[in-house]
């Protein structure tokens, strides 16, 4: 593999001035818990930290929190700046700030890293201090349930007792829904984007191929890459490049390289041809010097054994016949990961089980990777969701 | 309010569940739900109308009418709605039936195409009636299955439907003696409340 070349046109940088629609500088807390934390695997955290980020104020009945769940390569940074030599704002800052659809004058918004992220929440590159040596491969795979175990216990210490929303985009969505099943009186308003109610085979197929795409690197070293001094980037690149052609669509791969050459001819070699080559490389090679490998594999397995039905006998319906909130679901028309189709078995089962539900598909040539652009419908609506004071109607 | 609202709301009993198909801006359903207690969905297509739903606290569901309905259960609606949208579904008459399995009754309003005026325009001019109801021409015209009360009436009977009530009314929603005298002449909307024979 050559040098990755590709240098993206829009490179975000810092504004001189922070834009009035930002939430500003920000700064990560750390809380902190010491009641063990039993997972679906059957083992048991015993204690852990959670990196989180707040915008905004919470007012005095603790009635305006809002918590963002982040999707596989997310984490808490969601909005504003670190410091002024930051090349970009955090994930989600286009819908997070003053007057924004997530709008930080009214509400306060919770935004933490995931247990198990590389990002300041416990995970596999913590120490575990009964060794003295990260957790890596050791490091128990979680599930959905238990992230939001540890998000409700988040809450808790915050004192905030019922969130005014609950958000995510993917994997993120499918936290949001977990809330609505498992806490059903601690949410109000459940905002589920861009997700599904389990993953398919195709989505699980796609999985496995990153997953070995990192196991088979030779700087693996079956998860211990640390005791080696090596990471294992090869791997975690290609699981990174094979993630991002399924966010895109074809169309919007199409728009942005068709197939433009970065050399502007045929090489017949098989160096970098193609700017849709050098794009992904350039992907994949920025996402592994930032992510953690072991971190990776447990994100691609909780979306994997995600499928809430499967305790209700499979049935969605029964599943969320708990819920008392109001839900929104959104999906992309170009998204395939997690196609309208999958967003609508949300919906149809939240309608079989006479929930208070809206649901629209939003026009967008982006691919799965919508739900971060700041597309006027989408915007549009999830403000105006939120924004609405009505308690769900009894249905 | 819309003149038809008020019709469509004296055939509804106060909390009931309701459906309405092609709800558009979610008027209808946000009025039957302060005055009525209703609950229940909207459907629609218009991603704007659906944004102005979700602004009024009106639960909508982005859907193609003609897309069906199979994953909704029997009966699972007191009134299945669809106000002036039938004309413009591919299988009006399969539409009708899902709205009876879904629902315990459904009311359904489209324009009359048997109007004295639309007779006169085919009749006179030999062309595709236009009108202010019906501005498009016919390559255009969104409303593909356009018929007349009468039409209706047949179906109706093909299918085993009961007609509950009919209310037959000019274009502002107005009801006379001369519509009720000779409604598929001179009657411009008809509002029909139906359900399924038992069988």
Not at chain 2, 42 to 50: A, R
Request: with cysteine; hydrophobic share 35%; aromatic share 10%.
């Amino acid at each position: 593999m050559s040098t990755p070349t590709y240098s993206p046109v829009k490179r975000c940088t810092m504004p001189s001035e922070i834009p009035a629609d930002s939430v500003g500088y920000v700064e990560p807390q750390i809380a902190y818990f010491n009641e063990p934390l039993p997972l679906r695997s059957g083992r048991t955290l015993d204690s852990y930290q959670l990196v989180y980020e707040t915008y905004g104020t919470l007012n005095a009945q603790r009635s305006n929190a809002i918590l963002i769940c982040h999707a596989l390569s997310g984490h808490h940074h969601a909005a504003g700046y670190h410091q002024a030599s930051d090349k970009k704002p955090g994930w989600w800052n286009e819908c997070i700030g003053p007057g924004k659809a997530i709008d930080t004058n009214h509400y306060f918004v919770v935004s933490l890293n995931n247990l198990g992220g590389c990002h300041g929440s416990t995970g596999p590159i913590s120490i575990d201090t009964s060794t003295g040596e990260p957790f890596g491969p050791e490091f128990p795979i979680m599930a959905v349930r238990d992230w939001v175990k540890s998000q409700a216990r988040l809450a808790d210490q915050l004192g905030i007792d019922c969130w005014q929303a609950v958000v995510g985009g993917s994997l993120g969505g499918m936290q949001a829904m977990r809330w609505s099943i498992d806490y059903p009186s601690r949410l109000k308003k459940c905002v589920i984007i861009a997700a599904a109610p389990k993953l398919t085979a195709q989505n699980i197929a796609f999985n496995e191929v990153a997953r070995q795409a990192i196991t088979s690197d030779p700087d693996f070293h079956a998860g211990y890459y640390f005791k080696h001094q090596t990471l294992p980037r090869k791997g975690l690149a290609l699981a990174r490049m094979l993630g991002h052609i399924t966010y895109l669509s074809d169309d919007s791969m199409r728009e942005k390289f068709g197939r433009d050459l970065a050399t502007g001819k045929l090489n017949f070699n098989y160096e970098i041809e193609f700017e849709v080559e050098s794009y992904l490389r350039y992907q994949g090679e920025q996402f592994s010097d930032t992510f953690d490998a072991n971190t990776y594999l447990l994100m691609t397995k909780a979306l994997d054994y995600y499928d809430p039905a499967a305790d209700f006998d499979h049935d969605l319906s029964q599943c969320l016949s708990k819920s008392q909130c109001k839900f929104l679901v959104l999906s992309f028309s170009t998204d395939w990961r997690f196609a309208p189709v999958r967003s609508k078995e949300i919906v149809n089962a939240l309608l079989r089980a006479q929930k208070p539900v809206s649901y629209l598909e939003i026009d967008a040539p982006q691919g799965h990777d919508a739900f971060l652009f700041p597309i006027p419908e989408y915007v549009s609506i999830l403000q105006k969701f939120l924004a609405h004071p009505g308690e769900p109607d009894a249905h | 309010m819309r003149t038809d609202l008020q019709f469509i709301s004296q055939w509804i009993k106060p909390g009931e569940r309701i459906l309405d198909m092609g709800c558009g801006d979610g008027a209808m359903l946000a009025y039957l739900i302060k005055h009525k207690s209703v609950t229940g969905y909207g459907m629609e297509i218009d991603t704007q109308k659906i944004i102005t739903c979700v602004e009024r606290g009106v639960d909508v569901i982005h859907q193609n009418l003609n897309d069906g309905l199979r994953y909704l259960d029997d009966a699972s609606f007191d009134t299945v709605i669809m106000t002036q949208s039938l004309q413009q579904t591919t299988n009006p008459d399969k539409i009708i039936n899902e709205m009876l399995r879904i629902g315990q009754r459904a009311i359904v309003t489209f324009p009359n195409f048997g109007h004295w005026s639309a007779r006169l325009y085919l009749g006179l001019r030999g062309m595709m009636p236009m009108s202010k109801t019906l501005p498009l021409r016919w390559y255009n015209t969104p409303n593909i299955h356009l018929c007349t009360f009468k039409d209706f009436e047949i179906l109706c009977q093909e299918q085993n439907i009961n007609i509950l009530k009919r209310t037959v009314v000019d274009h502002d929603h107005v009801e006379t003696w001369k519509i009720k005298l000779w409604p598929n002449m001179l009657g411009a909307i008809a509002i029909y409340h139906i359900e399924k024979q038992e069988v």
